[in-house]
């Protein structure tokens, strides 16, 4: 099992810029594949990125695209999310996520979530 954190989040001004970071503990973290999703009020759970095990596979949203990188830290146990030139339809509660799959887009292939952080952006 994993326990996620996530950290970070905050109000901006559009344009602007944030790094989420997500600590996790338990065991054989360098075994998961990770991601961060997002919900808006109203809205469904969303993919945002997902990095692989060894963090050389990435995939964004389309709608991040440019803008968001994501990385991991296999010996501190920590994933990120860099999030640049924000804009006001970012605004959601960001979550961590670790699937047991090397590598995974799907929600429904991830096993372990954080409590997530709330990033809002303002016009």
């Known amino acids: 099992q994993v326990q996620l954190v996530e950290s970070g989040g905050g109000l901006v001004q559009a344009g602007g810029s944030l790094r989420l970071s997500c600590a996790a503990s338990?065991?054989?973290?360098?075994?998961?594949?990770m991601g961060w999703f997002r919900q808006a009020p109203g809205k469904q759970r969303e993919f945002v990125a997902a990095?692989?095990?060894?963090?050389?596979?990435?995939n964004y949203a389309d709608s991040v695209k440019g803008r968001f990188t994501i990385s991991r830290d296999n010996v501190k146990n920590m994933v990120y999310l860099q999030m640049n030139s924000l804009k006001p339809e970012d605004t959601a509660v960001y979550y961590c996520?670790?699937?047991?799959?090397?590598?995974?887009?799907?929600?429904?292939?991830?096993?372990?979530w954080g409590q997530g952080t709330q990033v809002t952006v303002s016009s």
């Open positions: 990095i692989s095990r060894s963090g050389d596979t990435l």
């Open positions: 996520a670790a699937s047991n799959s090397a590598y995974a887009i799907s929600r429904s292939l991830y096993n372990y």
């Open positions: 338990g065991s054989a973290f360098s075994s998961y594949g």
